[in-house]
């Protein structure tokens, strides 16, 4: 049986490199992307075994093309593949445009190591459409009852 496949796209090697070890073992990485454009290239152009990844975990910020833009393109060419949107901080701006950009998540970078590789697999399994993920919420929560002391 065929693993669903996937490209990263993160201008940060370390972040990009991370994420594709995080999926690996669920997911066959295609492609590893260092802008939005290479990205759109990337998707348009695989291998005849891969024509449509399945999948994309793309950073919001990058050069050339931010997430939102590389999103757009994607889906203006027809491809099916899933795209997450995946960013430094839970914005809620950037939550909206998620939504209004048909990306099927958002999922925040900060989140703690032991939940973000739970937050992409539920994205990539399309469990839900926005991931805050428990240790972020738990930590304001938990910041709210117990402010700082001054």
Not at 50 to 64: K, Q, T
Not at 71 to 86: A, C, N, P, R
Not at 112 to 130: H, I, K
Request: proline share 5%; hydrophobic share 45%; aromatic share 6%.
């Amino acid at each position: 049986m065929r693993r669903p496949s996937v490209i990263v796209a993160d201008d940060d090697d370390y972040i990009r490199d991370l994420v594709a070890r995080m999926v690996a073992t669920d997911y066959e990485v295609v492609a590893l992307a260092r802008n939005g454009q290479q990205l759109v290239d990337m998707a348009k152009n695989l291998t005849p075994d891969h024509a449509i990844p399945d999948h994309a975990i793309v950073d919001i910020s990058m050069p050339w093309l931010n997430g939102f833009e590389a999103l757009d393109q994607i889906k203006e060419s027809g491809l099916t593949t899933k795209v997450i949107l995946f960013t430094e901080k839970m914005n809620p701006i950037y939550v909206t445009y998620t939504m209004e950009h048909r990306a099927i998540a958002h999922v925040v970078k900060t989140a703690g190591a032991e939940d973000l590789p739970l937050a992409l697999r539920a994205a990539l399994d399309g469990e839900t459409s926005v991931l805050s993920t428990t240790s972020v919420q738990y930590r304001l929560k938990r910041a709210k009852r117990n402010p700082v002391p001054e």
